[in-house]
C-alpha cells in the first residue's frame, strides 16, 4: 500500500503548529522540512529539541534540506525522527552518515533533486535502502512536479527492486496515480494537504488515487 505523509513547512512556531493542528488527526508520519538557506535559498523553522517536545506523540521524519547533513543527522534521530532524509548533493561524506548514525542506518534514507541523474547514487545503494526521488528543486511548497521523477523512480526500481521509494513535491491528486505506478512507495503531500479548505478530504483523495480503494483516515 502506497503511503501518504503530509508534509510541514514552515517560517515560525505559530505557522508550524497551525499547519500540523490542520493534518495531526490524519494519523500519518509528518515529514518536516528543514532548510539552513545555503543548501536551498530559503530558510525554515525547525529546531529539532523544541519540536520533539511539540510533536510528543506523533511519528515525525526529517527532510534535512541543509549543507552537510552530517552533523545534523544523528541530532535529529536523536530528537525522536523517525527517519532522516539528507541530499546527496549536499554532502560528499555520505558513509560518514551512516556510521555517525551506527545502528540506525536503516533510517536514513538519500535524497536526491531533479536535477540529480541515478548514476550519482548507485554505488549506495548497497548502505542505503530508502531514496527520495523530489519531484522539485527543492525551497519552496506549490511548485509544479517535473516528470524526470518518473523515470528516475522506474529506474532505481529496476536497479534494486527492494528499494523503497519516497517522492516529494509537486504531489497532487491528479498525478498521484501516475508517481505511485511508476513505483513508489511513498508520497509527500505538502499544500495538496496543508493548503485544501479539508485535508481529511484530501488524503482520502489521494489514498483512493494511489491504491484504488476508498481509505478513510
Ligand atoms: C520542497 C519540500 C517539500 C514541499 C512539498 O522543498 O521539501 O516537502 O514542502 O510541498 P508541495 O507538496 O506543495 O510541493
Ligand atoms: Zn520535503
Redesign the pocket.
Known sequence: MVEILP?I?AHDEAEFMKKVERVRALGAML?I?V?DGIF?K?TTWAPPDRLRLLLEGVPFEA?L?VSNPEHAAPIWLACGAARVIFHVEATTKESLICRATAEECENLAIAMNPDTPVSRITHLLDSFKQVMV???T??????PFQDIALEKIAMLKSLRPSIRIMV????KTENAARIAAAGADVL?????LT?HPDPAEAIVSLRHAVNGTNFGV
Do not use: Y
Request: glycine fraction near 22%; charged fraction near 10%; aromatic fraction near 4%.
Open positions: 508534509a513547512l515529514h522540512d532548510m536551498v530559503n527532510h534540506m523530489m519531484g522539485v527543492p525551497g519552496w511548497s506549490g511548485q516529494d513535491g509537486g504531489v509527500i503531500a505538502g499544500s495538496a493548503e
